[in-house]
């Protein structure tokens, strides 16, 4: 069992996929389809189903790069023309089942999970398809499926009731913007004006942090007042359930320090007519915790004296598809093959390095960089350790965001990593 904070699946930088620029209004609607899955299975089988579809008005997603990948992911979904001629759209992530098929109790237990994608709905009927990689890079499973936005049982999303939202902060229409909506999570309705500050030193604590401080302007930031029956999260070491909006609780894979929730149709139904495209949920809780998964959500307490450096480590996995850079010295795991580049941006085993950050290197740099206790935050190397192996896996620097609470900033490369996210979500480019 790996002793984290979180436990994530994240990605690599890629190449974009594709060589020419999209209209938006050429090939969909301004609604949104929202597909459910059904990922289940054990360690060593994977099988995708198809659970519902949805549609709601709006769509508030990127509206560029749209056939394009910039990250891998654990997992992709790719629309197409009913031809197979033209790729549509296409959107990599990671999920908890992924991770949980590489925990003991998946060598002995069938288990499901839910997923949710949002994707801009097409104008004419169109093929959907989900694949999921392992570790080594390679397809494990796939479904494709059709969808037909003229379906009489795409189901129409409504309001929840008791469910109020409004933005924090906006910086313009969600067209050009990443739109960010935090949900509360354990807060009673009495408790909401305690949630939205929570929100907005959540907000304070991401932009005090390089890039996100110069790139604000690209960001929408809405708080969606959820109310649960008791306040607090359930936390199952301690014996202490609680009936809560999302359902979320401490002990994820038996890890005590990992928070997240399991009901992500739950999720997306109290998000359902609100502008969002990126999800924190923040966790009435004191209790230290929380977890980030690539193009899913990030959940972390909200009242720890750690909750601000966590809320901004998660936001670097859910987002942009960062690594942990942390490591154990007393254990060697095998969450990447020696032969195999990870897929994250802030890890290299070397296989492929030219690809990472190599050309962020000092001329003379050693390649592994030893340990050196000056600039240990801005010095750009190949330190070795980091993605939970002390051995084999390669980190960019000393200390970052990535890798300690104590951290104040992100080293370079993980910032140049957030930069590319953030143009990839906001401007049409052709590479970056």
């Not at 229409?173 to 907005?200: H, L």
């Not at 959500?297 to 996995?317: D, I, T, W």
Request: hydrophobic residues 35%.
């Amino acid at each position: 069992m790996k002793h984290r904070i979180v436990s994530v699946m994240l990605l690599a930088v890629l190449p974009f996929m594709a060589s020419s620029a999209q209209c938006f209004e050429d090939f969909f609607e301004d609604r949104t389809l929202r597909v459910d899955y059904i990922f289940s299975g054990d360690s060593r089988h994977q099988q995708i189903s198809l659970d519902e579809l949805h549609c709601s008005e709006g769509w508030y997603g990127r509206r560029v790069n749209m056939d394009r990948l910039l990250l891998q992911g654990n997992g992709q979904l790719t629309m197409t023309d009913t031809l197979g001629r033209d790729t549509l759209y296409r959107h990599s992530f990671s999920s908890l089942f992924q991770e949980w098929q590489t925990a003991e109790e998946a060598t002995r237990l069938w288990r499901s999970f839910e997923n949710v994608f949002l994707l801009p709905m097409p104008r004419e009927a169109v093929d959907v398809e989900v694949t999921l990689t392992d570790t080594h890079n390679r397809v494990t499973s796939r479904l494709r499926h059709r969808v037909d936005p003229k379906d009489i049982l795409l189901r129409p999303l409504q309001p929840m009731a008791g469910v109020s939202w409004k933005y924090l902060r906006r910086s313009g229409d969600s067209r050009q913007k990443i739109d960010v909506a935090f949900v509360a999570e354990g807060y009673r309705r009495g408790e909401m004006k305690r949630f939205f500050r929570d929100c907005r030193e959540s907000i304070d604590a991401l932009l005090d942090h390089s890039p996100f401080r110069e790139m604000a302007d690209r960001f929408n930031f809405i708080a969606v007042a959820a109310p649960s029956e008791q306040s607090g999260v359930s936390i199952p070491h301690k014996g202490d359930w609680r009936q809560t909006v999302l359902g979320s609780s401490f002990d994820t894979f038996y890890s005590d320090r990992y928070l997240t929730t399991l009901h992500l149709k739950r999720l997306h139904d109290v998000l359902a007519t609100v502008p969002y495209e990126h999800i924190i949920i923040l966790a009435n809780t004191d209790n230290y915790g929380g977890g980030g998964i690539y193009n899913s959500y990030l959940m972390s307490a909200a009242h720890n004296a750690k909750s601000r450096p966590v809320v901004v480590h998660e936001f670097g996995h859910s987002f942009a598809g960062l690594a942990d850079e942390y490591y154990y010295d007393d254990q060697y795991e095998t969450s990447y093959p020696a032969d195999t580049e990870p897929w994250e941006p802030n890890l290299t085993t070397l296989v492929d390095f030219s690809a990472k950050w190599a050309d962020m290197l000092q001329p003379g740099c050693p390649v592994p960089t030893p340990p050196s206790g000056k600039e240990v935050y801005t010095a750009v190397g190949v330190f070795e350790g980091g993605g939970y192996q002390s051995h084999g896996v390669y980190r960019p620097a000393q200390e970052c965001r990535m890798k300690i609470n104590e951290a104040p900033v992100f080293c370079p490369v993980c910032m140049r990593a957030i930069r590319r996210i953030i143009d990839y979500y906001t401007e049409e480019r052709h590479s970056l």
